[in-house]
Structures are given as structure tokens and as C-alpha cells.
């Protein structure tokens, strides 16, 4: 059984940054994506950013490009989300996924195309 658990949320002032972990366990990591989502009150989950753990390529929103890197340590199966230059509007819980048998060609941005999911942490820019 796969578990995600995220940590690293916390309450930062506009313009500073947080970098959030994703331990996974109970699989070895390999032709999988692992995704990071976010839903902010009274709005839909939605879609954030994705990396491969064989490749390390990765995908973004537009609306935290250039801003967030996502990252993946295969050795301590975890994977990281660095905010950085963050704004009130990132304000949200911010959730890991794991996407199983991924293909190669192809990034996932769906929720659906995800198997796990994490509980989820708080992330709250002041403005």
C-alpha cells in the first residue's frame, strides 16, 4: 500500500518562500509521476506540478512557473516542492499524489490520473 505524507506548510509573508516534502512509502519508485496539487477555499483542486522519478522531468502550472521547482530525492523516496516569491493567492492545502505506471511521453495533470494522495498541508501567504 502506497502512503504519501507531506509536511512543511506552515503561515509565510508575501514574497518569502517554503519548501514542502512528500515522504512516499510501500513501492519502489520508478516508471511513476508523482504530482503536487492544491485547493484553496471555495475553489476546486487544481493542478500544480509533476515530475517522473526515472527522468526528473517535470511540468508546471503557468501560474507558479518560473516560482516553484519540483524535486525528487530517489533515495529518500521523497519528493519537494520549493515555493518561492509566494503570493496571497498560493494561499491553500497543498497535496501530494502518485500517479502508478506512468508513461514516459506523456506529463499528467488530471486529478483522476492519480492513484494516492497524501492528507494534505496548509500553506498560508499574508499579505
Known amino acids: 500500500q502506497v502512503r504519501l505524507v507531506e509536511s512543511g506548510g506552515g503561515l509565510v509573508q508575501a514574497g518569502g518562500s517554503l519548501r514542502l516534502s512528500c515522504a512516499a512509502s510501500?513501492?519502489?519508485?520508478?516508471?511513476?509521476?508523482m504530482g503536487w496539487f492544491r485547493q484553496a477555499p471555495g475553489k476546486e483542486r487544481e493542478f500544480v506540478a509533476t515530475i517522473k522519478w526515472s527522468s526528473g522531468n517535470s511540468y508546471y502550472a503557468s501560474s507558479v512557473k518560473g516560482r516553484f521547482t519540483i524535486s525528487r530525492d530517489n533515495a529518500k523516496n521523497t519528493v519537494y516542492l520549493q515555493m518561492d516569491s509566494l503570493k496571497p493567492e498560493d494561499t491553500a492545502v497543498y497535496y501530494c499524489?502518485?500517479?502508478?505506471?506512468?508513461?514516459?511521453?506523456?506529463?499528467?495533470?488530471?486529478?483522476?490520473?492519480?492513484?494516492?494522495w497524501g492528507q494534505g498541508t496548509q500553506v498560508t501567504v499574508s499579505s
Open positions: 510501500g513501492r519502489t519508485f520508478s516508471s511513476d509521476d
Open positions: 499524489a502518485a500517479n502508478l505506471g506512468s508513461k514516459a511521453y506523456m506529463f499528467y495533470l488530471q486529478q483522476t490520473d492519480y492513484d494516492y
